[in-house]
């Protein structure tokens, strides 16, 4: 800070979850009060770098608007930025540099996530939507696993499930396996017609095969085998990847995503006691990262 | 036929081979012999209708000229086209109104491959390329089963076994999994960065994925824990179909396609005293249909 500064500049935090839907901003002081919040659009940084800027920004200003705060203030922020796709190619190092802010720290979103479910303490944390990544963090700093994408990971993932539901009604159908009730439903969807369950997976994205995955745990709690035996399959690689991270003498594991409470009926008993409700969100998370950072002393 | 034929007018049959890298064309009297052949451009009528067209006509017109046969013999012959692609979307019905012939049967080359295999014998094949597909032929009838191709398909293919390694490789990466030499050599390959991996299966097709087939196949030799374990599972896979398939009373079981033969080691017993070597190709299984269905009575 230098003499001429105003009054306010430079006490600013901006914290930003940005994923394929939408983003969020924070704009708080940085004794950690919120003065401003706002929601834009998609902010996936990998799959549209140029968009996730324009939204960011877009929205970062909606916010500042709405708070009151000047274009000055901003220069003089530190923000994180929890992230959609920051895990892969160079969006991290490109970002900042399109940024209104004075240092800007671009994390992947799963961390921010992880961050915020378990609000600073201990423990390890599952994350599981359209994707899957887990994560654990210990004595503040965190460590993330998997996530590694709809083509050769993502296990236990809404993706992952109704990839394999079609793969099994492909198989169902020629024969090799029993078919349950849920094949049935999901085949006569298409027409009773496997070549429309190919042609649809010929164009589907993570998000369509996502779709089926409401109705295999909604049949996997009417014992169809189909459906059970990949809700199970899931749950191990749940099981197993938690075990795998919980930091030595921590006993808090939270399930986080769309899906994340929905596996608890199917993990161990050594899993589930330790299970707590997640404290925050990826924004939540974000905002602690840069109160950690930029905060006052 | 009628009175104003000229002598050998209608006395041919066409056979065409087309996939994903060329076409074969042969043309043929009707009581068998050969006249003429010649190779052209890919053929695989889902992924490129226009280019298929227009390589199997360029490729058929070739065959003309080298064996001194003219249009008017074109416009009375009949063909039997097997070709990649044609198991799915409509292709089978609009191509024949593109082509010069008579009468165009347009089949799967699936379909051609395993005729030319067994060679008109009772018995099932295993197609195993890039992709993977089985059939049975019984009483001169080939029934096909599987082939729905790489997202939901293709077991044991080069392409799933690719896949699956890579997958298998982030695995180890990430601790859930012991990692084996082949896992050792394929990270080292990327750099040793899993990101790396990760960016190539995005943009990878099956036919760069089935490029780790040899390695998996040549690790497997070694004992490679990994690669044992996903070629027998493609092996089982491999089994299960070809039991499912085979004909009551039928003896006869042929692996086609470039990994067919090198699946023999990994097959039970009950299966490799039943292994004959393939009869004929692919263009030969189209050619033997033509004359059953077009030939000289």
Known sequence: MTADDTIGTGDLVVAVDGGGTGCRVAIAERSGRILSTANGGPANVFSGFDAAVTNIVETVNAACVAGGI?????????????????????????????????ESLVLWDAETAIRGGLGGEDGAAAILGTGSVFGAVHGGTARLMGGWGFVLGDQASGAWLGRRLLERVLLAHDGLLEASPLCDVILSRFGNAPEEVVQFATSAGPQAFAGFAPQVLEHAAQDDAIALDLVRGGARFVTASLKKLLPEGASRICLIGGLGAQYAPYLPNEITVMLAAPKGNALDGALAIALERYGAA
Not at 73 to 90: F, K, T, Y
């Open 70 to 102: 000047s274009v000055e203030q901003l220069r003089q922020a530190d923000a994180v930025l929890g992230l959609a796709g920051a895990n892969v190619g160079d969006a991290a190092l490109r970002l900042p540099k399109r940024l209104p802010f004075r």
